[in-house]
């Protein structure tokens, strides 16, 4: 309980200062003296006085001079130093002790800069005190508006009178003084807390009340000041009229009464004293100003207290004591220190003011630390409240997004069965001669599928990504290749719509130019940027443009002559089914996949692309790679003859009758013999008695298998044949054909090292892979 400390503290402190004077050890007191105007050197006529004297007897008004002469009567000469001892002096003064000066303080010159009547301890060194009377005169200046006048004094030896009068001066004048400094500080550092927060008026109502007042209550110790009168009394008034509207303020802050009506008016009356006060400089209008201005503060000042204290005892009690005691005390004590300065309290008491204030300070440090301390509460509250409503929803997204996949997988699973049928009996129905009406439905019934198959194709491609299914195989790779690759593909796409499409290299590079990167996944990403580049562009032409950046680097730039993307689109066209302009899904338009591929395949590469484009202008697309010095690469697209599976063994198990039929049909119509089957182990079944009927010339070089079978899947069933196989000296070569996106079937088919083909898929595709397996094989 630290303010239990401090409250023991304080009391063992006024108990100190309270006892202060009963410790004094005095060897003699002088009470009796004699005042006269002026300095002593005038001697102008001396009336007999009692200290404590205010020089009320003579009628002597501040600012002014006086001079005090008082006797002490001494046995016998001291021999160890002596000290007079004086509690109220004021700031200005000398003192001869036997026509000896001792001490003269701001005496110099003719002006009064006296501002406060302080303890001193006069040193009289041996000699000075004589045996019998010793005459002491002490001329003394006061500054106006403070109290005139000395205290009694007391002399002794110096030893005896050090500690006693060290523990009053720092109990009456240092313990007050160092308060109010302290407490003016932490009111501009409240000031700051409202710099930080404009919107808690009350930080700077209290702050700037505290600072004005503390300092002014530190003023009050202050031995001499050197500016003009009239401007310290204006300073002094100004000051009152502040800390009233700040008390104001404050305290209707603190009791929550709404200020918006009366702080207005409150800022323009003190605004009026100030300036009226200034205006009044020096004259005596001044003072009829604060006959009007007083009043007024008192009464403001008292509703204010009252409501304070009223707020204070709601709350908490050690507040409401502190709360209660600062402005109530603080109150007392500006009326007590009113008084001191009348001739009605004698010179040695003591201003209460500058030990109130800082209770008031202490009281408004317990709301601010209770609020401080409620703050950090609820904000921790909220923290642990906001994380577990953060875990709660990611969970509930986590949740939400499993089933969407599994929803998705399973909904493209059975998607790509019927399309992957329909794909190859449209290539089979092509092959066939027939009459021109029907050669054109079969046309509009191929290019539907297609439309259906990149849906199919880029939502497995990103399921893929995903999944982290993508292997990437980093290689150098002579970017013309590449390009060559691209153009067979696209060429006839920019032909039919009259664009010219380009492949620009640096001036001093020859085409052979290699970066490091994976062939398969530049080329898609390039693929995909030219045919968007020709899709979105109805005149001009298409150029693919290679520069150098950097020593190192390679960026090659896709720029179109289209229809531009507006800045607000250049970022959201990389989102999922995200297409400028086609809220109507019209699919002739693309699908919306492309980009998002092209982004998550170019973050594999550890590339960026980087989209600049103006509407109406054109677009220009960008992907950097790294350079390659080895001037080697692998051919991208092989060609085919016409009947490239002539004298091979097909095996199929697929579960899809019209899929397996068409499969069937599509492989014999490449020249190959094929056997098929709806399930693995009817195949399996069949198997020994197969491998034994069947001479060497008939067995199978390829087993075509769907992945999701009834009873065992297309992995155990190329597996265990590809086993059963290897012991009787025949090597197969076996392609899984996949209609799955869920990424964790994607996951394990790609770990298990066998050829996977997606469905759906076109004939050149397929006829694509069952070489380049059979290539693998025969190397
Ligand atoms: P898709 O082309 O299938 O619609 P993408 O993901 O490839 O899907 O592109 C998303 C959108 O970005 C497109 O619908 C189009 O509005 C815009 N876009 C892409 N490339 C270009 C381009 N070169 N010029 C203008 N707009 C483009």
């Not at 204070?312 to 709360?323: G, L, P």
């Not at 209770?370 to 953060?390: A, W, Y």
């Not at 019209?658 to 499969?663: D, G, P, S, T, Y």
């Amino acid at each position: 309980m630290n303010w239990l400390k401090y409250a023991r503290h304080l009391g063992v402190l006024l108990v100190l200062w309270t006892l202060g004077g009963a410790w004094a050890a005095p060897s003699i007191v002088v009470t009796n003296a004699t005042l006269a105007k002026g300095l002593c050197s005038e001697h102008q006529q001396e009336i007999a006085v009692k200290l404590p004297d205010d020089w009320k007897a003579h009628n002597i008004k501040p600012p002014a001079v006086a001079c005090y002469r008082a006797k002490i009567f001494m046995a016998h000469s001291p021999t160890i130093a002596w000290a007079l001892r004086i509690d109220r002096l004021p700031g200005n003064h000398r003192i001869t002790v036997n026509g000896i000066q001792l001490t003269t303080r701001h005496m110099e010159g003719a002006d009064v800069t006296s501002m406060a009547t302080l303890p001193y301890l006069i040193e009289l060194p041996v000699n000075v005190l004589l045996a019998g009377d010793n005459d002491i005169e002490i001329d003394v200046r006061m500054g106006p508006f403070r109290k005139p006048g000395i205290s009694p004094m007391t002399a002794g030896p110096i030893a005896l009178m050090r500690a006693d009068f060290d523990t009053w001066t720092s109990l009456t004048v240092d313990l007050p003084k160092t308060l109010n400094w302290t407490v003016a500080g932490m009111a501009l550092f409240l000031l700051l807390a409202w710099r930080a927060r404009p919107s808690d008026k009350v930080f700077a109502y209290f702050g700037g009340l505290m600072v004005i007042m503390s300092s002014r209550n530190a003023f009050y110790f202050l031995e001499t000041i050197g500016w003009p009168i009239p401007i310290v009394d204006w300073l002094f008034f100004s000051s009152h009229a502040v800390t009233s509207f700040y008390l104001v303020a404050f305290g209707m802050s603190y009791a929550n009464v709404d200020l918006s009506r009366i702080i207005n008016p409150l800022r323009v009356l003190v605004v009026t004293f100030i300036l009226g006060s200034f205006a009044a400089l020096g004259t005596p209008h001044l003072d009829t100003l604060r006959l009007i201005a007083y009043p007024i503060m008192m009464i403001g000042g008292i509703v204010v207290v009252i409501k304070v204290v009223q707020t204070a005892w709601k709350r908490d009690w050690v507040e409401a004591v502190f709360m209660t005691a600062g402005p109530v005390g603080t109150y007392i004590s500006v009326a007590h220190d009113y008084l001191f300065l009348t001739p009605y309290l004698d010179v040695t008491d003591l201003y209460w003011t500058p030990y109130c204030t800082p209770i008031i300070f202490l009281g408004y440090a317990l709301t601010l630390m209770r609020k401080f301390v409620d703050t950090m509460n609820l904000s921790e509250r909220m923290n642990i409240t906001l994380e577990e409503r953060v875990a709660e929803r990611t969970r509930a997204l986590e949740v939400a997004n499993q089933s969407k996949t599994r929803f998705l997988a399973s909904a493209s699973h059975d998607l790509r069965q019927p399309t992957a049928a329909i794909g190859l009996l449209v290539s089979l129905l092509r092959q066939q001669k027939v009459a021109p009406e029907v050669k054109e439905l079969t046309d509009m019934l191929d290019e539907a599928v297609a439309s259906m198959e990149s849906l199919l194709v880029g939502l497995l491609d990103i399921s893929r990504l995903d999944a982290g299914a993508v292997q990437v195989q980093f290689q150098p790779v002579c970017l013309n290749d590449v390009f060559q690759a691209v153009r067979v593909h696209e060429k006839s796409a920019a032909d039919a719509k009259g664009l010219q499409l380009r492949f620009r290299f640096p001036a001093n590079a020859g085409p052979h130019l290699t970066v490091l990167t994976d062939p398969v996944l530049i080329h898609g990403v390039l693929r995909n940027l030219v045919a968007n580049a020709i899709r979105y562009t109805q005149q001009g032409g298409v150029l693919v443009a290679v520069r150098r950046h950097g020593k190192r680097r390679l960026r090659i730039e896709i720029w179109d002559t289209g229809i531009g993307i507006a800045p607000d689109q250049q970022e959201r066209i990389f989102d999922e089914f995200y297409q400028v302009g086609n809220s109507a899904r019209d699919r002739t338009r693309g699908i919306g996949l492309g980009l998002a591929i092209v982004r998550r395949t170019a973050s594999l590469l550890g590339e960026q692309i980087t989209v600049k484009s103006r509407v109406g202008r054109g677009s220009c697309f960008a992907i950097e790679l790294p350079l390659n010095h080895v001037n080697t690469s692998k051919p991208v697209a092989p060609s085919s003859p016409q009947h490239p599976m002539a004298g091979r063994n097909a095996w199929i198990v697929e579960d899809d009758p019209i899929l397996r039929r068409a499969l069937g049909e599509m492989l014999q119509s490449w020249g190959a013999q094929v056997r098929t089957w709806p399930d693995g182990e009817a195949l399996l079944d069949e198997l020994p008695q197969l491998l034994a009927t069947t001479n060497r010339a008939q067995r199978p070089d390829i087993l075509i298998t769907d992945y999701r079978l009834p009873g065992i899947n297309g992995l155990q069933l190329s597996q265990t044949i590809q086993a059963y196989l290897r012991e009787s000296g025949v090597s197969l070569y076996t392609l899984i054909i996949s209609g799955d996106t869920d990424p964790a079937e994607i996951a394990r088919l790609s770990a298990s090292g066998q050829v996977v083909m997606a469905k759906p898929f076109r004939s050149e595709r397929l006829l694509e892979q069952l070489l380049a397996l059979h290539q693998a094989k025969a190397a």
